[in-house]
């Protein structure tokens, strides 16, 4: 059966837009036609691999031939970009944070549905295989019933030293990373929220958060502790993960790591007291080896679709899009409220 080629130009070619170009190479319904940047020398990049570059967006959008816009670009004009695509009869594809607000996002949407255009978010980690393994535990009930998890990301590199150190173009941390955890957690769980605590962190100076740590309680009483840091010289492991019937870390993006439950085949062993310090604990004390069971972590089976394969036969409908848009605009309310709760050192409680 043969399918149908959609042309996809890319807004933005910068680390992201010529990364999805690479991407796009192994999706036989998608094809890259041309490029456009603000940025001179990118437009020379993209010639000089091989790739057609237009004078401006709207030499883009006036392209018959162009069925789907990608929008790569720094974060403070995607609103403008999509809504001028989608009205110009493109599908649209965006990289995240779709926008820096979640009623500037609403107004893309409410474009979209106007102009019966697919719109949808590159919320690129839910393909992560860590995220999937994680998920997969939770959702086994491998280690009982979740009742708190720890995600975090941790890196001493700082902020990269352009536009995401700036305010105005949506900078900072919390949403060019905690856009990702926030959006996997809240996959996590059907539950709702019940409070939300946070701290966001200026070590270097800048004008945006350089990091941050939020602290989100559901109404099912499961816990979370979701950071990202940019100052972590030691990193914390990437996943801890704590059930009624045992506990899994996931230490890195190597997916290094284990899961320890309790052995069902034997009766609770008293544990012995360990030399903790100067005193003696038995609460302390690791369980007995006989009384639980260490698991590997073992790699996901491969994903049903890539993003891209998703995206197309959502155009389709043969699907549905994997990124929902209401999903993204309740990672978005999430994101306002941690930004309140940091800013009125206070914990606000909210559905949402």
Same mark, same amino acid.
């Not at 933005?12 to 990364?19: A, F, T, V």
């Not at 979740?146 to 902020?159: C, D, K, P, T």
């Not at 996943?239 to 870390?249: L, N």
């Not at 549905?320 to 206070?346: D, G, M, Q, W, Y």
């Given at each position: ?6 042309? $996809? #130009?890319? %807004? *933005? ?5 010529? +990364?999805?170009?690479? &991407?796009? /190479?192994?999706?036989?319904? $998608? #094809?890259? %036609? *041309? ?5 001179? +020398?990118?437009?020379? &990049?993209? /010639?000089a691999s091989g790739h057609k570059t ?102 001493a590199n700082g902020i990269p030293g ?157 699907s549905e899009p994997v990124v929902k ?28």
């Amino acid at each position: 059966m043969d399918h149908r080629i959609y042309n $996809v #130009a890319i %807004i *933005g070619y910068g680390g992201m837009g010529s +990364y999805h170009v690479k &991407l796009m /190479e192994s999706e036989p319904q $998608v #094809a890259v %036609i *041309g490029v456009y940047d603000i940025v001179e +020398y990118r437009m020379d &990049l993209a /010639e000089a691999s091989g790739h057609k570059t237009y004078p401006s967006l709207e030499a883009v959008l006036d392209d018959e031939s162009v069925d789907v816009v990608l929008i790569a670009t720094p974060n403070d004009v995607h609103k403008e970009i999509a809504i001028k695509a989608l009205q110009a009869g493109k599908h649209v594809i965006c990289e995240k944070p779709v926008t820096i607000t979640s009623s500037d996002f609403m107004d893309i949407v409410e474009v979209a549905k106007q102009e019966n255009r697919l719109f949808s978010v590159h919320q690129n980690r839910r393909w992560d295989e860590d995220f999937r393994i994680a998920k997969e535990i939770i959702d086994k009930k491998t280690l009982g019933e979740l009742f708190h998890l720890e995600s975090r990301v941790q890196g001493a590199n700082g902020i990269p030293g352009d536009w995401r150190q700036l305010k105005a173009y949506g900078g900072g941390m919390l949403l060019d990373w905690g856009v990702h955890l926030l959006d996997q957690l809240l996959l996590i769980t059907d539950s709702q929220i019940e409070s939300v605590a946070a701290m966001l962190s200026y070590i270097l100076d800048t004008e945006v958060d350089d990091g941050f740590t939020s602290y989100i309680t559901f109404k099912d009483g499961l816990t979370a502790l979701i950071e990202v840091g940019t100052t972590n010289y030691v990193k914390l492991p990437r996943w801890y993960i704590k059930g009624t019937e045992g506990t899994a870390v996931i230490r890195d993006w190597d997916l290094s790591g284990e899961i320890i439950t309790r052995n069902p085949d034997v009766a609770h062993v008293e544990p012995k007291p360990i030399q903790a310090g100067q005193g003696l604990t038995k609460t302390m004390a690791p369980p007995s080896e006989e009384s639980t069971l260490t698991l590997p972590i073992e790699k996901p089976a491969p994903a049903a679709q890539s993003f891209y394969a998703n995206y197309i036969s959502a155009i389709e409908g043969t699907s549905e899009p994997v990124v929902k848009n209401e999903e993204v605009h309740r990672v978005l309310v999430l994101i306002e409220t941690i930004f309140e709760a940091a800013a009125t050192k206070s914990v606000i409680h909210r559905s949402i």
